[in-house]
DNA sequence: CCGGAATACATGACATGTCACGTTCCTTGC
DNA sequence: GCAAGGAACGTGACATGTCATGTATTCCGG
């Protein structure tokens, strides 16, 4: 089914994945009081336009469950880091905003976050190899998304308000 | 901290992790019954001498707290996947040991779940950026065992029965 | 060998994630 | 415009994961 090497180049990208994975939760666990889930849906949020998502979008981006993230959201609200306020463009939706506190613990968090990745990932690299192993990432992105299960990010469409036509 | 180029790499990998977590999850529930936490731990054991592994090393090698793995193979032995002895070679310690439950299980999902990493991450990837990525793995795995929190697999020590001098 | 420290694991309480389902609203075909 | 189907989300029940702690065993310095 996969070659040898493909084999072991699949082994070797689960092996990454497992233990940094572990290494990355740890990390801002204890240096931030966040997990990595709450730190994806941060770093979602303040990458996106009025660092605000509507959630079936924001689970699309991150990849999880949308009743995960209901109820992630709804943990995260009580602490302050997100809100939830009603969709403007469809009453039945629900729009994540990032607070100013979650922002906070955002850019308080990743600096010790990036300096981990930096020292786990990217200083083990030889250079050289760096736009080869983007390019393979991103192939591999896209062939995800053209052969898996979920939509495109954030290739929905939106109705938006004030457009209608006047009544 | 990162460079643009590594920023922009880390996001593709951080895409696609995401991604490809989501899609193994639920194909191999859907077509095993098997999570893929469960095809982690059955992985392991087959891949180890005597299809048994003592459940700290086994932990470490997938990268998970032990009391993870504890709850986790309390429930695969319940469902007839694994069992767990007592360790001959430490009266603390306890072996995870496949069953020929848990090997059939495994052998029935595994070409389903290579079938998605095929398709998934093979297919869409250039087959001369595969050594390439392959090295680019291996060299961030050991980075991430060189500066991480966790002992490397497969060398901690175990006392050997029947090598004591005897009485 | 003996006592204190460390290690291996289990467990209970609690945090998190999944699944099935209900409610509300939107959309589509007439 | 209206009914039927679909989509968005929340929720409760349950599966899974984490943390703090307890018990048994081993290790190690003297």
Do not use: C
Request: net charge neutral.
């Amino acid at each position: 089914m996969l070659t040898d090497e493909q084999q072991e180049t699949w082994f070797a990208y689960m092996r990454v994945v497992l233990r940094l994975q572990y290494e990355m939760n740890r990390q801002l666990q204890t240096d931030s009081g966040l997990s990595l889930a709450d730190y994806d849906v941060l770093n979602a949020l303040a990458d996106s336009p009025g660092a605000r998502l509507q959630l079936t979008d924001l689970a699309t981006r991150i990849a999880w469950e949308r009743s995960r993230l209901s109820h992630h959201l709804k943990r995260m609200s009580g602490r302050g880091l997100v809100e939830r306020t009603p969709s403007e463009s469809d009453r039945r939706a629900t729009d994540a905003v990032l607070t100013d506190a979650g922002l906070s613990a955002l850019r308080a968090a990743t600096p010790g976050h990036a300096a981990l990745v930096r020292r786990m990932f990217f200083d083990g690299l030889d250079p050289a190899a760096l736009p080869v192993l983007r390019a393979a990432l991103e192939a591999v992105h896209e062939q995800v998304l053209a052969t898996g299960t979920l939509p495109r990010p954030g290739q929905r469409q939106h109705r938006l308000p004030g457009l209608q036509t006047g009544g």
